[in-house]
Every structure is written in structure tokens, then in C-alpha cells.
């Protein structure tokens, strides 16, 4: 079952300039499992997936896991596009 947000994240792509919009912690564990655009995976990174995974179980709040998921991306210095 989807654990969605209530602010979707928009994060650029491997693609410069191309957005993708997401909204749960599924789409973001799928993201950051199989499309991560950068090569850093240090601290925040590992414990963002720990939280999506934890969240798509049931064991940890959407919204906590959302956190983690950002906190991810600042790590990586993945672009977040403002809604």
C-alpha cells in the first residue's frame, strides 16, 4: 500500500532540466534504488532508503521517511525544484 505525502518532492533527473514528481515512499525507494542520478551514496543516502523501506512497511511515518528521502537528495546534491 502506498504511504503518500502530503508535498510531493520534485527532484531533477539523470536528464539535466527534466523533473519528476514524487509523491510516496514507494515511487522514492524505486527512485532512489533504481535511478539515482548521482554517484554519492554516503550516510543520508543509506539511511533515506532504510526509512522509504521502513515506511513501505508500515514500520515508520510517510512523512518521517520523506524527510529522509530529502535529506538523501541534499546529500547528493540532487536538485529539488520548488512546487
Do not use: C
Not at 542520478?37 to 514500520?59: C, F, N
Request: charged share 30%.
Amino acid at each position: 500500500m502506498a504511504q503518500w505525502w502530503s508535498k510531493p518532492v520534485i527532484v531533477e533527473t539523470r536528464k539535466t532540466g527534466d523533473r519528476l514528481v514524487i509523491s510516496n515512499a514507494e515511487r522514492a525507494a524505486e527512485f532512489m534504488l533504481n535511478e539515482w542520478p548521482t554517484l554519492e551514496d554516503g550516510q543520508a543516502y543509506h539511511a533515506g532508503k532504510k526509512a522509504l523501506l521502513a515506511a513501505h512497511a508500515g514500520k515508520m511515518d510517510a512523512e518521517e521517511a520523506r524527510d529522509a528521502f530529502v535529506a538523501a537528495l541534499k546529500e547528493g546534491d540532487v536538485y529539488i525544484f520548488d512546487e
